[in-house]
């Protein structure tokens, strides 16, 4: 099914998949079409239905309560054509060059193991290898649920056949209560990836400031593996707020202690507790990492530096903790076009 996408550029016509969600088929085909979470929540892929029928995939999708139903909006990510049509995008939409583009793959669930007592990591064993940016996404289906969820790849690789997920448990959360359910391992996942643009670019002459979330870490993991391997740590600082609600729910401590040291102490990390006051200054296992006590933007707000020069900051995790961050950080002296993140919505 041909689907054209007007907007401030020249007219771009693609064509669609049986059932595919328009803004899949547009970014496989690598057009620069505006979203942010691609899963219904954002409303950051928003379009107008000119001519030609769209039907919605998930009704309820929460950011088409944002939406000008009436006048023909849609949601990219959750509208499949079902004729020829033609849709009006706002801003430019050109056709990215030379980037990875997104594609459907598939992977099988191995090697599942719990990190605390709501938060699960599985790899996921693709046939064949994926290249992706550290901080990319990838939107994973599960046969018997209805719609995709978006989760962070952890690990970084230039390209890989083994992608490493967290997931956090969601109370009533569909995908997450079938993950908690039982061992899921051998189980067949769908793929749609990589997708994202909070990446981290390892030629960036600049200092890194990353504030998450719960299983927002997962990005930020990837982003210091990737500043790691590519001696970012030689010329520049990072500085880590890893929100949590107390010490029993951190995980990838080990990891972050071995970033640390191979850092030279460039890298800082601080464990910021929500409902839990330590009177440790310090990890006790892991004495590299820092202890704090109150929200993690808080926390931030409070040790970085009045004014913020040359920083990129990466900010991942619940809706309200990334609004907070973001202002918190341009109250800083951060420009907001230096501050990339997802929101966890
Ligand atoms: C860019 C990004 C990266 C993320 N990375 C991570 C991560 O690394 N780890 C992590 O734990 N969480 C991550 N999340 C959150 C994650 O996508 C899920 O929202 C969360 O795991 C809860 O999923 P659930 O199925 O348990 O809950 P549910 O409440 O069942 O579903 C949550 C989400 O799934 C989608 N959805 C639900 N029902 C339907 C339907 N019928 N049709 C279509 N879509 C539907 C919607 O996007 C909804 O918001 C990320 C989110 C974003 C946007």
């Not at 007007?6 to 620069?32: H, K, M, N, Q, Y």
């Not at 699960?120 to 064949?128: E, G, I, Q, V």
């Not at 002459?205 to 030689?234: K, M, W």
Request: aromatic letters at 8%.
């Amino acid at each position: 099914m041909d689907v054209t996408f007007e907007s401030r550029a020249e007219p771009c016509t693609i064509g669609c998949r049986d059932g595919e969600p328009v803004l899949f088929a547009g970014l496989r085909a690598g057009l620069t079409l505006p979203y942010d979470c691609a899963t219904g929540t954002c409303g950051m892929c928003k379009a107008r239905v000119k001519s030609g029928e769209v039907e919605t995939l998930w009704p309820d999708a929460p950011a088409l309560a944002k939406l000008q139903r009436d006048k023909g909006d849609i949601l990219m990510c959750q509208a499949r054509a079902l004729s020829p049509c033609v849709l009006r995008v706002p801003g430019q939409v050109a056709c990215e060059g030379t980037r990875v583009l997104p594609d459907y793959d598939q992977g099988r669930i191995t090697s599942v193991r719990a990190l605390t007592s709501d938060v699960l990591a599985f790899d996921l064993t693709l046939a064949a290898p994926l290249a992706f940016a550290a901080g990319q996404f990838a939107v994973l289906s599960v046969p018997s649920l209805t719609g995709g969820r978006a989760y962070s790849m952890v690990n970084f690789a230039d390209t890989s056949s083994v992608l490493e997920f967290v997931v956090k448990k969601r109370a009533g959360g569909a995908l997450s209560d079938w993950l908690f359910a039982r061992d899921r391992t051998g189980e067949l996942l769908g793929l749609f990836g990589p997708l994202g643009r909070a990446t981290f670019r390892p030629g960036e002459d600049r200092n890194l400031v990353c504030i998450a979330g719960g299983s927002g870490i997962a990005g930020i993991v990837s982003i210091l593996e990737h500043a790691s391997a590519s001696g970012h740590f030689a010329r520049h600082g990072a500085r880590v707020f890893f929100g949590v609600r107390t010490l029993a729910d951190g995980f990838y401590l080990d990891r972050f202690d071995r970033l640390v040291a191979g850092s030279n102490w460039a890298l800082e990390v601080v464990l910021a507790l929500s409902h839990e006051n330590s009177s440790q200054p310090v990890h006790p296992e892991y004495p590299r990492i820092k202890l704090a006590h109150g929200f993690v933007h808080e926390v931030a707000d409070a040790r970085l530096p009045a004014a913020c020069e040359n920083v990129s900051a990466f900010v991942a995790g619940p809706p309200p903790m990334v609004d907070g961050a973001i202002r918190m950080l341009i109250g800083h002296g951060v420009a907001s076009a230096s501050i990339r993140y997802d929101k966890f919505g």
